[in-house]
Each structure stands twice: as structure tokens, then as C-alpha cells.
């Protein structure tokens, strides 16, 4: 079994930046793709960002230029950096990680609430 702990998370000003943290432990043989997802109230869960197991990464159109993925392998953990934020960033943020190259294993984390408002 993997375990996530996610971490960051909280409320801040419109403008103001976050930083969020997803830490995985257990019996890990191999993390691929590691991703940040969000689900706004009333919304369906999207996808923030993506980073490859080679450091690739990719981000939605609505977070380009404001938000950056990184991981640390050795540490197996992966943190969001979340900058410029605005009120439409509010939402519950959950990383996911891909234990194998076509991502049909996953972990989900448990969840942590990112509030943006002044």
C-alpha cells in the first residue's frame, strides 16, 4: 500500500501564493506521472497539472504562467507552487500518482483545501 499526505494548503488573499506538498510513503517501487487535480464546489475534478517521471511537465491552460509542478525522486513527494492566485483558484486540490507508465495504478491523496478570498 502507498500513502499520501498532502500538505499547504489554507487561505489566502487574491494575488497571494501557496505552496502545496504531496509526500508518499509505503511499499513504492516506482512513481511515473505525478499530477495535481482540483474539484471546485458544484464542479467536476480537472486537471491543474502533470509531470512526467523525466520532469516533463504540463499544465492547464487556466494555471499556465502562475503555477509550477516539481518533484523530488529521492524524497518521492511533489509540490505544487501556486502564484497569482485569484478567487476562481479556490477549490479542494488532490494529487495523484502513477505507479506505472499507462497511470491504470493510482494513489489518490486525501485532499486539502486551497480558499482564496480577501
Known amino acids: 500500500q502507498v500513502q499520501l499526505v498532502e500538505s499547504g494548503g489554507g487561505l489566502v488573499q487574491p494575488g497571494g501564493s501557496l505552496r502545496l506538498s504531496c509526500a508518499a510513503s509505503g511499499n513504492i517501487f516506482r512513481i511515473d506521472r505525478m499530477n495535481w487535480y482540483r474539484q471546485a464546489p458544484g464542479k467536476e475534478r480537472e486537471l491543474v497539472a502533470s509531470?512526467?517521471?523525466?520532469?516533463?511537465?504540463d499544465y492547464s491552460s487556466f494555471v499556465k504562467g502562475r503555477f509550477t509542478i516539481s518533484r523530488d525522486n529521492a524524497k518521492t513527494t511533489v509540490a505544487l507552487q501556486m502564484n497569482s492566485l485569484n478567487p476562481e483558484d479556490t477549490a479542494v486540490y488532490y494529487c495523484?500518482?502513477?505507479?506505472?507508465?499507462?497511470?491504470?495504478?493510482?494513489?489518490w491523496g486525501q485532499g486539502i483545501q486551497v480558499t482564496v478570498s480577501s
Open positions: 495523484k500518482l502513477c505507479m506505472n507508465p499507462s497511470c491504470d495504478i493510482v494513489y
Open positions: 509531470i512526467s517521471g523525466g520532469g516533463i511537465t
